[in-house]
């Protein structure tokens, strides 16, 4: 058999990273200084799309501050951390930078609407492509990119990025 015949054997993926790819980006540090870095996203995703290009820097931070937002209120995922923590104590009482991360969420559902929210919250905290979030609100694939596209521009101007 020769080797243009052979089937290659498929390299094993990292588990959780099906379908993901990497790609060269800069970062600019300070307003002089830049740097080179890797990133590993899905194509689809919110990080495809608005990291890669600088020309949508604003809807890329606001999405990016949406989702720390979501990480630091400890009601991203199902594995974020607890109350509980190490010890059979636990916390007496919340932490502050915790209980300012749920207000400041609470007061972009109020100005965004729930169902921009949810949007916001599947594509930028979760990282659902455009195409899952499309079936799973039972809408066109090819309509829900400008929607959400949208969405970050309301979320950018709530979080005063544009």
């Not at 109020?110 to 492509?129: E, F, I, M, P």
């Amino acid at each position: 058999m020769t080797k243009s015949k052979q089937t290659k054997k498929p390299k094993p993926q990292e588990a959780g990273f099906e379908g993901a790819r990497i790609y060269r980006t800069k970062v600019r540090i300070t307003s002089s200084r830049s740097e080179a870095r890797s990133v590993r996203s899905r194509p689809g995703t919110f990080e495809w799309r608005y990291g890669r290009k600088s020309a949508d820097a604003a809807l890329y931070h606001a999405g990016s501050h949406f989702a720390v937002l979501w990480e630091r209120a400890g009601t991203a995922d199902a594995k974020s951390p607890n109350l509980m923590g190490s010890n059979s104590t636990g916390w007496r009482g919340l932490p502050d930078a915790r209980c300012d991360a749920m207000s400041e969420i609470g007061a972009a559902v109020v100005d965004l609407g729930k169902l921009v929210s949810s949007r916001l919250t599947d594509y930028c905290v979760h990282g659902l492509t455009a195409a899952e979030i499309a079936r799973k609100y039972d809408q066109k694939e090819r309509d829900m990119a400008p929607v959400l596209h949208q969405d970050l521009r309301a979320c950018a101007i709530f979080f005063r990025y544009l």
